[in-house]
């Protein structure tokens, strides 16, 4: 087969993914009483003067659920340039500002009311993998200067991915595009924790023409899946620099959600066994003791863990390939 014929092949793989990825049907195993109203969408020309949102500065941290059942979501699509490592900015397309975007927190049964507004140079759109939705008409790519609003209803608790899905959808994820929904169970997640939230994404840049210090997403190098740099929360090593804080006999747990574009997560913690892991962040699949959680792209989990000892604890994707590129971390435990 030559490279054309992949090339052909790949696309159409990508049309089933567009086609399959972008919403979840209720299957034969859902809870009865999932129900959700009819999703419509309107598309306007965008109010002068939209206020664009404060850019969420910890990414790590849970927002506190909103008051009420309805979540609002106010998303503004920009070009901003980035850093992703140390000494690699990185010209990004975001979801307010930053990569990732904005955490949501929900709870189920919540209504989550989203306007996503474009004030960029080209067409996005937003797919929820947290939603029951017909992807044509909540997903649908909006152009620079329109504004789309749609609203859906959480049905399922877990920690899920959201994410651009206009084509090349490879290229709108691996260049910033994504950001996690944490919708929590009805009765919560059990026993107090500390709660964090960690977005594992991989980055393919290239120099930019003629911008020393810039980078671009480089498409080919998307996809051979060989990425340079790959992190936790849009920024190499961010956690080795500025460990996160946790106490001994405290129990952690980590909300996980792993937006690729192509790399699994092999979610591991050096010096702990995760006491639960719940599978996409559901309480009906639940795990305990467990070394090595595999997340996969577009995937979720929720971890939870205690240590029994002062000290840090590195935090990793145990492929290491992807550890060496910068999805590496601490805990840093103290009494
Ligand atoms: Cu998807
Ligand atoms: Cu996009």
């Known amino acids: ?16 993914y567009l086609t399959a990825c972008s919403g979840r049907s209720a299957s034969a195993d859902a809870p009865a009483d999932v129900r959700v109203p009819a999703v419509t969408a309107e598309v306007s020309t965008t109010e002068p003067g939209y206020a664009v949102p404060t850019p969420q500065s910890n990414p790590e941290s849970l927002p506190p659920l909103p008051s009420g059942n309805t979540v609002t979501v106010n998303l503004v699509l920009l070009d901003r340039t980035v850093q992703i490592a140390p000494g690699v900015k990185y010209r990004a397309w975001t979801f307010n500002g930053t990569v990732p975007g904005p955490v949501i927190h929900a709870q189920v049964g919540d209504t989550i009311d989203v306007t996503l507004t474009n004030k960029a140079m ?20 909006v152009q620079p200067g329109k504004t789309l609003h749609f609203s859906w209803v959480a049905r399922y608790p877990g920690a899920f991915l959201y994410h651009c899905g206009t084509p090349p959808v490879l290229a709108h994820i691996s260049n910033g595009m994504y950001g996690a929904v944490i919708v929590d169970p009805k009765d919560g997640w059990g026993s107090d924790a500390r709660s964090f939230v960690l977005v594992q994404s991989e980055f393919y840049p290239s120099p930019y023409p003629g911008a020393p210090g810039i980078f671009y997403g480089d498409l080919s190098k998307m996809k051979t899946a060989m990425a340079d740099v790959v992190t936790f929360n849009g920024l190499a090593f961010r956690y080795r620099v500025n460990p996160l804080q946790i106490k001994v006999g405290q129990p952690v747990r980590v909300f996980v959600v792993d937006a690729g574009p192509s790399h699994f997560s092999a979610f591991h913690i050096v010096g702990t066994i995760l006491s639960r892991v719940l599978v996409d962040g559901n309480p009906s699949n639940q795990l305990e003791g467990i070394q090595t959680t595999a997340i996969p792209p577009g995937g979720g ?11 840090t604890y590195p935090v990793v994707t145990h492929s290491f390939g992807d550890a060496d590129a910068g999805a590496l971390g601490l805990f840093n435990a103290t009494d």
């Open 301 to 311: 989990a929720v971890v939870e863990f205690t240590v029994q000892q002062a000290g």
């Open 122 to 141: 080209m067409g996005h759109s937003i797919d929820f993998h947290a939603a029951l939705a017909p992807p044509n008409i909540a997903y649908q790519t």
């Open 1 to 16: 087969m030559n490279r054309s014929s992949i090339g052909a092949l790949l696309s159409t793989v990508a049309l089933a």
